[in-house]
T-cell receptor
Framework: GAVVSQHPSRVICKSGTSVKIECRSLDFQATTMFWYRQFPKKSLMLMATSNEGSKATYEQGVEKDKFLINHASLTLSTLTVTSAHPEDSSFYIC??????????????FGPGTRLTVL | KQEVTQIPAALSVPEGENLVLNCSFTDSAIYNLQWFRQDPGKGLTSLLLIQSSQREQTSGRLNASLDKSSGRSTLYIAASQPGDSATYLCDDGGYSTLTFGKGTMLLVSP
């Protein structure tokens, strides 16, 4: 199947700093990328959907100024956690999907990024 | 709004047992349903994908079925092994985004 990578896999930062997480589709063009967050012992929560070249669509309750998403190319999307605080510590997972927008094609998941804010 | 329920929330079995994990949806508009496995601190690994035109998929000791009319999917694991211990998640195969269940935490003891 298709491969999606995330970088870094793990990051520890001080409170107040910004952290950028990259999500790349390695062997297909991802017209749509999704960012999820997972709290301990909880299910995945969709944060936002981004279509290449467009502004991301954020889910209710997700601060768009806090979690900046850029999807400038068909193989790369970035999530920047701005002015991170300990409550932002979480496991962030991206997924990517090819095809047309609103396609029913399969989403392929990245391996996730563990963010710890001290 | 789609809600995905997974039962049981946790399951502990001795090695060798066959087991069934359940997933149910409030909205039966399901497209490509997936079952995933998640090991502690790791990302998701896709186990089986059932496309909208299919009713089941098999891979090794795993078999997943989908009944769209009732909004249910089951994951059957045959002859469980300690290496199967993980959290198993299903999603609703939604039209443009996915809604996940909270998962079933499986522990297979030697």
């Amino acid at each position: 199947g298709a491969v999606v990578s995330q970088h870094p896999s793990r990051v520890i930062c001080k409170s107040g700093t910004s952290v950028k997480i990259e999500c790349r589709s390695l062997d297909f063009q991802a017209t749509t990328m999704f960012w999820y967050r997972q709290f301990p012992k909880k299910s995945l929560m969709l944060m936002a959907t981004s279509n290449e070249g467009s502004k991301a669509t954020y889910e209710q309750g997700v601060e768009k100024d806090k979690f900046l998403i850029n999807h400038a190319s068909l193989t790369l999307s970035t999530l920047t956690v701005t002015s991170a605080h300990p409550e932002d510590s979480s496991f962030y997972i991206c997924s990517a999907r090819g095809g047309q927008r609103d396609s029913t094609d399969t989403q392929y998941f990245g391996p996730g990024t563990r963010l710890t804010v001290l | 709004k789609q809600e995905v329920t997974q039962i049981p929330a946790a399951l502990s079995v001795p090695e060798g047992e066959n087991l069934v994990l359940n997933c149910s949806f409030t909205d039966s508009a399901i497209y490509n349903l997936q079952w995933f496995r998640q090991d502690p601190g790791k990302g998701l690994t896709s186990l089986l994908l059932i496309q909208s035109s299919q009713r089941e998929q098999t891979s090794g000791r795993l078999n997943a079925s989908l009944d769209k009319s009732s909004g249910r999917s089951t994951l059957y694991i045959a002859a469980s092994q300690p290496g199967d211990s993980a959290t198993y998640l299903c999603d609703d195969g939604g039209y443009s985004t996915l809604t996940f269940g909270k998962g079933t935490m499986l522990l297979v003891s030697p």
